[in-house]
């Protein structure tokens, strides 16, 4: 599920607005997004704590950082664009990432963000039934005590002059049948009219 997200996700980042931009991928993982963010022309950044993970990402060319996302060892406003994907509900500090994705930010420049609403429905879904579906999430990874308060989320932004924009998605049915009866390769998110489970956010920081 992580590549259908790196994919959603990537939909959401303009073309870079000139040569030398820089977008910064916060847990980027083994670096899933970079193949969808192919010629949209940015030095693409990640950070993660796992060192194997870095590896990996830097096969499909992510300019590794070894870091925390709560204490990011990169300067203020070096990126035009600062990712989020599927990390933010695995940190025990949501304000603190929150402000160290802000201070990355040029003004003008992007914040965006997919993550887990702290829902009783999420719960239910992405840890009740998805942890025990095979290949959709590792089973025990998420933290029902991590999951995200969708209001912290947007004020914590908001204090950073972010002023982000929340739509739910989850994956197209469709898709997800011929995927389980192994006719596609991959799956399509789809907006839904609640961010009450899996949402994306984005924001631009204020000039
Ligand atoms: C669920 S994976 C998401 C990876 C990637 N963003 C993606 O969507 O494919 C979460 C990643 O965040 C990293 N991670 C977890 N806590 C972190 C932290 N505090 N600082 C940096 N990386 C962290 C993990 O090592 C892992 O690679």
């Known amino acids: 599920m992580l590549h259908w997200l790196a994919a959603a996700r990537a939909a959401l980042v303009p073309p870079a607005p000139g040569e030398g931009a820089v977008l910064v991928d916060l847990g980027c993982g083994a670096g899933l997004l970079a193949p969808h963010l192919d010629g949209k022309g940015y030095t693409h950044i990640g950070v993660d704590l796992s060192l194997g993970a870095l590896r990996q990402a830097a096969e499909h060319g992510v300019l590794g950082v070894q870091g925390d996302v709560l204490a990011v060892p990169l300067p203020d406003a070096c990126a035009e664009v600062v990712v989020a994907g599927e990390i933010l509900e695995h940190v025990p500090d949501l304000r603190r990432a929150v402000a160290e994705a802000c201070r990355l ?9 997919d993550t887990l609403a702290a829902t009783a429905m999420c719960r239910l879904l992405a840890i009740g039934v998805a942890e025990r579906l095979p290949r959709i999430a590792t089973r025990g990874v998420h933290d029902p005590r991590l999951l995200v308060d969708r209001e912290v989320l947007v004020a914590a932004c908001a204090k950073h002059d972010v002023a982000l924009e929340l739509r739910g998605i989850r994956p197209k ?9 192994g006719r596609r390769e991959t799956v399509r998110m789809v907006p839904v009219p609640t961010t ?12």
């Open 196 to 207: 009450a489970v899996l949402f994306q956010a984005r924001g631009r920081k204020r000039v």
């Open 105 to 113: 930010l040029r003004p003008g420049g992007l914040l965006v963000i």
């Open 173 to 181: 049915l469709t898709d997800f049948a011929g995927w389980l009866l």
